[in-house]
């Protein structure tokens, strides 16, 4: 199998704080990989150090074979990585589809381009296709800060998968999402994300949720990984070490 994702001794400090340490970390192409952990256990740090938001202090991390160790959040975006946020991360004034059509001139190199006005004509098309797939092609119309939660995660993933990525990194995509919509929610990303092939890291606070839809999950604590395997036989073991959880 395709290791998509490496990480070796990846390692970064905020003051005291450790926040990664010696990180370690192998995803596979086509796995479904979740992480869990206390608040502060680093786990938006990994998310932050593969997609080149922060610098490591130490270690490199390789995307299908390749260092991307220091590149610009950008390049790393290029090659192939894309992420959510914790918090969506949407132009609120916009429409659902203007911020679609935002992403797609990413994806392009457009962003700078003087055409790019033009262009956007032939992207409604193909944009539209893709928020139908996520139910949101009735919302289209709609500035995004008027949507429910459960849809701006959505619209998050959707705009994530325009720059078609070949790594999706979610932080927390059910988070701030009622418990009656989460399997549905994730029903819906997974239903699209894996017949595309795309290799999938999440984090995720809700262990039903985990079981669900990770083939395998990483337990973070104090910027380690400190269980690594099958999600019920690890999270049945940390869960029967209560210092391992909180
Ligand atoms: N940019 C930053 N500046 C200072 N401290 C940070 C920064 N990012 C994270 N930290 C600290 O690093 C630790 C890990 O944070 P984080 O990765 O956000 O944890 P998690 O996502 O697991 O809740 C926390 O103690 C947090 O306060
Ligand atoms: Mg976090």
Do not use: C
């Not at 975006?77 to 935002?102: D, H």
């Not at 700078?112 to 919302?139: N, S, Y």
Request: hydrophobic share 45%; net charge neutral; charged share 25%.
């Amino acid at each position: 199998m395709t290791v998509v994702l490496e990480t070796e001794g990846l390692t970064r400090r905020f003051g005291q704080v450790v926040a990664a340490e010696d990180l370690a970390v192998q995803v596979r192409e086509g796995e479904q990989v979740g992480i869990v952990g206390p608040n502060g256990a680093g786990k938006t740090t990994f998310l932050n150090l593969v997609t080149g938001y922060i610098p490591p202090e130490r270690g490199t991390i390789r995307f299908m074979g390749r260092d991307i160790t220091g590149l610009h959040p950008r390049t790393i975006t290029r090659l192939g990585i894309a992420r959510t946020f914790q918090i969506p991360q949407l132009y609120s004034n916009l429409t659902v589809l203007e911020n679609m059509l935002l992403a797609w001139a990413a994806r392009e190199g457009r962003m700078m381009d003087p055409w790019w006005p033009l262009r956007r004509t032939a992207w409604v098309e193909p944009a539209m296709d893709l928020l139908a797939r996520f139910g949101l092609a009735d919302d289209a119309d709609r500035p995004t800060y008027t949507l429910p939660e459960g849809k701006r995660k959505l619209l998050d993933v959707a705009l994530a998968l325009a720059l078609r990525p070949r790594l999706l990194l979610m932080d927390e995509p059910t988070s701030g999402v009622s418990v009656r919509e989460k399997f549905p929610l994730m029903d819906t990303l997974m239903e699209i994300l894996l017949p595309a092939g795309v290799t999938v890291l999440f984090v995720e606070h809700d262990m039903d949720v985990v079981l669900r839809y990770a083939q395998r999950v990483l337990v973070f604590q104090g910027g380690r990984v400190v269980a690594d395997g099958d999600p019920q036989a690890v999270l049945s073991e940390v869960l029967a070490a209560p210092s391992k959880t909180k």
